[in-house]
């Protein structure tokens, strides 16, 4: 089985440590514990790097972004993906993809056939380790999170038709020195995706408890697919 898991454990009684090496434990020694090591605030043309740096004079700006650490696989975090998906990042034996904004992090069987090979281009499309989890049967596991972080619903943006695309910008470690780096690839869009989730029917889920927190499961490939009808039918 391979399982790619959101998780917000702030409130939840729940630690990352005991919770990464449970989830191994149900996955066994053929599983694959994935999870998403995003970065956005990487990117000038991200909604959080924008937030950041809202309200800030010309020069501020221009020291600001002379300041941002590159973004290097080994070393750089992904505080904004919570504790577990730290915890595993950091964990012997993670592999991690090497995407600017949307890397992925991996425990178990299929850790490096996952995550390898992730295209700029590509941040969560076919090529990506999205894709390759979808090809695999894989399953998401949502923990104290809603479906406004459901990363499979932008599966479907790649594959629904005229989707536009937009130029991306950030600063990478190549080599060791820091380079800016621009890219082009979908305008990634969640601003609805809690709807869809609204409307994905329950018959693919399946929900209880982790501790004092609630936890939905389903195939990644029923919520691309339903992602996919609902885009297509009501997404202007």
Known sequence: MTLLVHAALGGTGL???????????????????VVPAFTPENSTTSAAHLRQTAGLTADARDRFLAAMPAFDPARTPCPGMGRLAECVRLSPGAVRSSHPQTSFAALGARAEELVKDHPAD????EESPLGRLAAAGAEELMINVGFGV??????????????????????VST??????FEYRDVELDDSDFELI???????????????NAAAT????????????????????
């Open 175 to 180: 080599g060791g020195r820091r380079e800016w």
């Open 122 to 125: 590509c941040h969560l499309g």
């Open 15 to 33: 630690d990352a440590r005991t919770l990464r090496d449970a989830l191994l434990g149900v996955l066994g020694e053929d599983g694959t514990l």
């Open 217 to 236: 499961a389903f195939p990644i490939k029923d919520a691309v697919e339903h992602a996919m009808k609902w885009m297509t039918e009501k997404r202007r």
């Open 197 to 211: 989730g609204a409307d994905f029917p329950r018959g693919s889920l399946r929900e209880g408890k982790l501790g």
């Open 150 to 171: 459901c990363t499979s619903f932008h599966l479907a943006e790649y594959r629904i038709p005229d989707i536009p695309t937009q130029l991306y910008r950030c600063v």
